[in-house]
């Protein structure tokens, strides 16, 4: 009895030695992890160390022309990024806010930023964009320090060292997002409200082509961090404030979402317009129709066009309403497999997205008959 009692007892303590050696084996291997962690941190960190500042050394955030929510809270939580890291940086708009926008800024309770009118002289860190004709007057005479995009490297230049990200990526959000991470810099609820509401806006709630894992990691770490239960319902928020041209001209609905951009010395605008549906999307393009002439003639460009869009239940059409008769040449020509025309827009049943489709297309066929 003693004999299978001393062997209980010899098992039981190796059993113990076993544990603790296990323990003590994840206890060293999860301090090396921490160790190796946060030694990446830093190191990503130092890797912006070198940005050439200019001046009082105030940095200025500043999105794209026709600001949406993307490039706004990006701003906004890209400077809050920057001053956690010992940087005088302010975020500020290009223009006055959309509807969708300012709600996202309202149920944040932030502030709206200041409007940089001009741009020259100034340290400027663009977010969202890299293309003159998007950005702030005066950028050409300003001194860039940094470029953090998720569409096409644009026309931009610096003759210094810049911090440069770009990722094909859903939205400039998600991107500022995996920037706090690779910092190892914490969100507030606030900061991640903001990027939350950005990243369900400008990837249509998850659904768009270039949305990605990040992006929709980027959702679920920010709606708990934020204390969003519901992003569904957050996001028919948004978009019911997208849908809202209320107390808008059609010039200005023509305007709140519009980027210019130059491929082979062409320079051309798209304005995209949103529609809940087929008859709002044509009652919209003949609004356009009739603003696009007089827009034309305040702008720097050769060619312009109104994109009339339709995102509801994975339904994604195109209303594309150009400007002149050189304009619709040239669509006709580098898209000639629309679907319909209907005397004012050409139609795209399957989407023509400005970002993934339109602006690459343009861009292209203008490439391959170089502009005299």
């Known amino acids: ?12 303590l190796a059993a113990c030695l076993v ?18 962690q946060e030694r990446l941190q830093m190191l990503n960190r130092s890797s ?14 500043i999105g794209h022309k026709s600001p949406d929510s993307d490039t706004v809270c990006s ?4 400077a809050r990024l920057l001053n956690l890291l010992g940087y005088e940086a302010k975020a500020v708009i290009t223009a006055p806010l959309n509807h969708e926008t300012a709600y996202i800024l309202k149920e944040a309770e932030v502030d709206t930023p200041e409007i940089l009118y001009d741009a020259s002289g100034e340290n400027i860190f663009l977010v969202d964009h890299s293309e003159y004709a998007q950005a702030v007057d005066g950028l050409e005479d300003a001194h860039i320090i940094g470029i953090l995009d998720h569409h096409g490297i644009g026309t931009v230049n610096t003759g210094n060292q810049v911090v440069y990200e770009g990722r094909p990526i859903g939205s400039t959000a998600t991107i500022v997002w995996l920037d706090y991470l690779n910092y190892g810099l914490e969100i507030d609820q606030t900061t991640a409200y903001l990027l939350l509401g950005a990243v369900l806006s400008d990837t249509d709630n998850l659904t768009g082509s ?18 969003v239960a519901d992003t569904e319902d957050l996001y028919a928020h948004l978009h019911e404030e997208k849908l809202s041209y209320e107390g808008f001209s059609s010039e200005e609905i023509l305007f709140s979402d519009y980027k210019e951009y130059e491929a082979s010395g062409v320079k051309f605008g798209i304005g995209i317009v949103n529609a809940v549906n087929e008859d709002i999307a044509k009652e919209l393009a003949e609004r356009m129709k009739e603003a696009l002439p007089e827009g034309f003639k305040t702008r720097d460009v050769d060619l312009m066009y109104a994109s009339v869009g339709i995102r509801e239940n994975g339904e994604k059409i195109d209303y594309i309403v150009p400007c002149n008769e050189l304009s619709e040449s040239i669509l006709k020509n580098a898209f000639p497999d629309y679907d319909e025309y209907d005397g004012t827009s050409y139609i795209f049943r399957t989407g023509l997205g400005r970002k993934t489709k339109f602006v690459p297309g343009l861009t292209d066929y203008l490439g391959a008959r170089p502009h005299e």
């Open 48 to 61: 912006i160390e070198n940005m050439v500042i200019e001046g009082d050394e105030n940095i200025y955030v």
């Open 75 to 78: 701003a906004i939580a890209y």
């Open 210 to 227: 270039t949305v990605t894992e990040a992006d929709r990691e980027a959702v679920r770490v920010l709606a708990v961090t934020s204390g």
């Open 1 to 12: 009895m003693k004999k299978n009692y001393d062997r209980i007892l010899i098992l039981l």
């Open 19 to 36: 544990f603790l050696s296990y323990n003590a084996g994840r206890s060293r291997g999860s301090e090396e992890l921490m160790k190796q």
